[in-house]
């Protein structure tokens, strides 16, 4: 397969400066003691306020930093929000967008998604478009149908760009697994990952469906990432809860070699 693995810690908003840079200390002397080890690539998401200083502390080693949401517009008049190219400029190269607390949260409609992924892409990042349905939607069938409009939306706002289209990374994250210790058993998570990667490859051909990596998140721990990330179409995890402590995260990683 030639999918690289993606272990990304999204720390939500928790994390004062202090707080977050013992987290990343953490994480790179776990890494550090992994050396010459097949380490998959391993991004982390800080708040907006702690991402300069974490970024300080990663420069030079193999983690990525990536943001938690942008602004699909350009620089101008919109208190609160900031644009992809602030993330880019103090050394973000990822942004996660449509998480379902934004969905829920902040009325984010898939429509608003894909034009925040847009936006990333004119700003040099590369989006993780995140997708899931409620325990509602899945207690009536209508998981499919439900990651079927949320990934739809994004088809006619990719960049034509096949290299741009590649680097996409699609999130699976069931909102009932969500932070609850409830996990998608990892037969649910390739059902709905292989669904996701035929709908690539309807939309984009099967050479750039093939390259595009589909993450897992909900309620990922240590004892259950491994079996999880075997799946032929989990591609990495989206941790949250488990991300905020440096040895929890550092053995999800662990779970996918390479
Ligand atoms: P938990 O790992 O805490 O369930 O959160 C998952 C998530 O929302 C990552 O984006």
Redesign the pocket.
Same mark, same amino acid.
């Given at each position: 397969m030639s999918r690289r693995g993606l272990v &990304?810690g999204?720390w939500?908003m928790n994390g004062l400066i202090e707080v977050a840079d013992a987290l990343v200390g953490g994480i790179l002397a776990g890494l550090e003691q992994r050396k010459g080890k097949n380490v998959c690539e391993v991004l982390v998401c800080p708040p907006f306020t702690a991402i300069q200083s974490v970024g300080k502390r990663i420069a030079g080693s193999a983690v990525k930093l990536g943001g938690q949401n942008m602004s699909e517009h350009k620089p101008g008049a919109h208190t609160g929000e900031i644009t992809g190219e602030m993330l880019t400029n103090i050394g973000c190269s990822y942004v *996660?967008l449509g998480?379902?607390?934004r969905r829920s949260m902040h009325a984010e409609d898939s429509n608003l998604v894909a034009r925040k992924m847009a936006a990333a892409y004119r700003d040099g990042l590369t989006p993780i478009v995140?997708v899931g349905e409620t325990l509602q939607e899945r207690e009536s069938n209508k998981t499919l149908d439900v990651i079927r409009e949320q990934v739809s939306a994004i088809f006619p706002h990719l960049p034509a760009d096949t290299a741009k289209r590649q680097q996409l990374v699609l999130?699976y994250?069931p909102v009932w &697994? *969500?932070?609850? $210790?409830k996990?998608a058993t990892p037969e649910q998570a390739q059902e709905v990952h292989a669904f996701i990667r035929q709908m690539l490859v309807e939309q984009l051909g099967s050479d750039i469906a093939s390259k595009i990596r589909i993450l897992y998140? $909900?309620?990922?721990?240590p004892d259950n990432a491994a079996v999880i990330f075997s799946k032929p179409d989990v591609d990495g995890?989206? *941790? $949250?809860?488990? &991300?905020l402590k440096a040895s929890d995260f550092l053995a999800i990683i662990d779970g996918f070699p390479g």
């Open positions: &990304a999204n939500k *996660i998480h379902s607390e995140c999130a994250e &697994a *969500i932070g609850t $210790g996990t998140g $909900g309620s990922v721990k995890g989206l *941790i $949250g809860g488990a &991300a």
